[in-house]
């Protein structure tokens, strides 16, 4: 089982950025997948959410309105772009995959995301 992030850099106040999580391993469409992120000295934040068909989807209310989760089952992989970016959305970004019912969660190395004041 691999999830591997990307597309994480540096990037100005009121930028964007577009991550990717590609997955391998597992059933990807059986599992929603999160997106979390972790900043320095603070516990890591669930960021947003969706589920496996891309039925179902949340976002925390410091990021709503800014950005967007999405998936594409068929290349396996789930995308969190991110606009309007602030500098308190600096933080390590990680790549989650849930099985509910299944106990069963995986998750990426992370990727970090740093916006400059």
């Known amino acids: 089982v691999q999830l591997e992030e990307s597309g994480g850099g540096l990037v100005q106040a009121g930028g964007s950025l577009r991550l990717s999580c590609a997955a391998s391993?597992?059933?990807?469409?059986?599992?929603?997948m999160r997106w979390y992120r972790q900043a320095p000295g603070k516990a890591r934040e669930l960021v947003a959410h969706?589920?496996?068909?891309?039925?179902?989807?949340n976002y925390a209310d410091s990021v709503k309105g800014r950005f967007t989760i999405s998936r594409d089952n068929a290349k396996n992989t789930v995308y969190l772009q991110m606009n309007s970016l602030k500098p308190e959305d600096t933080a390590v970004y990680y790549c989650n995959a849930f099985r509910s019912g299944f106990a069963i969660t995986y998750w990426g190395q992370g990727t970090q995301v740093t916006v400059s004041s």
């Open positions: 969706i589920t496996g068909a891309g039925s179902s989807i």
């Open positions: 391993g597992f059933t990807f469409s059986n599992y929603a």
